[in-house]
């Protein structure tokens, strides 16, 4: 036990001060002297010991009756280890602009609330911490090191499995952690959510995987810079939230992870730059089978790495040119519509044929051949009564899919393709028949044929014996009536009669798929 005469002229201050709740600011009111960061330099006069703060919370000097006691201290050197690893605390405990020696052990405590504000802290260890009330660390400086008890760890800020019952506000903090994890809060569960705006910047990964956020995480304007952009700058596995608020300015110098993430409103990345790793060979968003109702992927410029959607859905997805890197991983990706937030004389400048082209290249950029992108594509144009368009992206699917096959199926695929567009073009057919239909009258029109049978027979109308020749069903009594000395002629009657039978063939067996595929 701490006795009132080993204290400190300062820690005396505080001691009397706690029961009532008062402020004790120990700053000297000189700026230059009172920068945090030089907070290693000073004396007695500014020093206060862990141990005082431990003994405080812990019931060391009773509350004053009508009065609430809160240890409040301001422009401190606090030396010593912080340890309320484990501790039931029934006080709120606020510091601001101090300098700690060491690490803050909070793990496993049960507290009220929490400010360590504008302080710098070689690392704070708060995994299965229960606060009734709000973390407060805004415009801290934390970071792991030698000079922490918890230098064989590499997370700086440690919320494995806590539980807040207000808000994690991280607001103009910087959290170092050089080796690998910044912030590790894996099973947090925050309900006021968490805040990471105003200049926030994690060195080192940040990892929120399988965390509860009510309250959503709000990272707007922050940096996330993992160093060597080597991995992954965040990790949001399997996390849910009401909202993922990464807009105006948010940049992630490596990979961004939110696999199997459910957000039940809004995900926004509006002005967000995804950097990716810096070799540009690995990821810049990993979010396969998340799930959104409102997907804001309108960046302030396209992403570094890939894009990974596979198995993703959301209701809406907002997009623009700036969206999609060169690889896109798209299938599995549902969605309920698009809405592409360019320019508005952009939008008045394309037409609905310009957004289908991109929006089939958008899903070329994913690597080989899926169907269920085209199909899912084509489902959203039908469900906006574009069925035109529809029909274009689902051409585009068979000629993609025709690269895939053999070269005897790629032949036949081409002709399927030229004559009837797959049978989503069934007017080409009617193209091909009138131009060798007009091929036909004028090469026969020139010229006489010869009656099979002398005087029986209609009279020849060139015509009519295209027609005949072109119609592989039933007949109109031309082509048996008259032939051709003429070998050039008699090899086009045999040539109009071959076309005939493969366009046939090729209407029904398009028209057949397309039906099938309906």
């Known amino acids: ?26 700053r000297i009111g000189v700026p230059e002297d009172d920068r945090v960061a030089e907070g290693g330099q000073w004396g007695p006069g500014r020093t206060v010991r862990a141990a005082v703060i431990v ?14 006691a809160c240890l409040r201290l301001v422009g401190a050197r606090i030396s010593g280890h912080l340890d309320l690893a484990g501790a039931q605390v029934a006080h709120a405990l606020w510091l ?17 609330s929490i400010a360590i504000v504008g302080s710098q802290v070689p690392g704070v260890e708060a995994g299965l911490i229960r606060i009734e009330g709000r973390l407060d660390l805004r415009r801290s400086r934390i970071a792991s090191g030698s000079a922490s008890p918890f230098h064989r760890r590499v997370t700086a800020l440690s919320l494995i499995n806590a539980r807040v019952s207000g808000a994690v506000n991280l607001s103009g903090a910087e959290i170092t952690a050089p080796e690998e994890w910044a912030v590790s809060a894996g099973g947090l569960v925050a309900e006021g959510g968490v805040y990471c705006v105003d200049g926030f910047v994690a060195h080192g990964e940040v990892r929120l995987m399988g965390a509860q956020l009510p309250g959503g995480l709000h990272m707007r304007g922050a940096l996330l810079d993992r160093p060597g952009r080597r991995g992954v700058a965040l990790a949001l596995d399997n996390a849910v939230a009401s909202t993922l608020d990464f807009s105006d300015g948010f940049v992630a110098n490596g990979t961004v992870r939110l696999r199997g993430a459910r957000i039940s409103d809004n995900l926004t990345f509006e002005g967000a730059v995804l950097n990716g790793p810096s070799d540009g060979h690995g990821p810049s968003l990993v979010a396969p089978l998340m799930q959104a109702v409102d997907f804001d992927l309108t960046l302030a410029r396209s992403p570094a790495g890939t894009v ?25 990706f549902v969605y309920g519509s698009i809405k592409v937030e360019d320019s508005g004389e952009r939008r008045e400048a394309v037409g609905r044929r310009d957004s289908v082209t991109r929006r089939v290249a958008w899903i070329r950029h994913s690597p080989g051949y899926n169907p269920q992108p085209y199909e899912q594509l084509a489902s959203w144009y039908r469900k906006a009564g574009h069925d035109d368009d529809a029909r274009r992206v689902l051409l585009a699917k068979q000629r993609h899919r025709r690269q895939t096959l053999l070269p005897a199926a790629r032949v036949w695929g081409h002709l399927l393709d030229v004559t009837v567009g797959y049978g989503y073009r069934p007017w080409l057919a009617g193209v091909w028949l009138l131009a060798l239909t007009f091929l036909g009258m004028l090469s026969f029109g020139t010229h006489s044929p010869h009656r099979l049978q002398r005087g029986e027979g209609a009279p020849f109308q060139p015509l009519v014996y295209t027609l005949d020749l072109l119609i592989p069903i039933g007949g109109l009594g031309q082509r048996t009536a008259w032939y051709w000395s003429n070998d050039g002629l008699q090899w086009l009657a045999y040539l109009l009669i071959a076309l005939g039978w493969v366009l046939t063939t090729a209407v029904i067996a398009g028209v057949s798929r397309t039906l099938q595929k309906s």
């Open 1 to 26: 036990m701490l006795s009132y005469d080993e204290l400190t002229s300062p820690e005396r201050e505080l001691w009397d001060a706690f029961p009532e709740g008062r402020r004790v600011d120990l």
């Open 55 to 68: 003994a405080l919370l812990l019931g060391a000097n009773t509350a004053q009756p009508g009065a609430v």
């Open 96 to 112: 601001e602009d101090c300098w700690f020696e060491e690490g803050v052990d909070l793990s496993g405590a049960s507290t009220q």
């Open 308 to 332: 990974d959607l596979r198995g993703a859905q959301v209701s809406y997805l907002h997009d623009s040119e700036h969206s999609w890197p060169d690889v896109v991983e798209l299938d599995g």
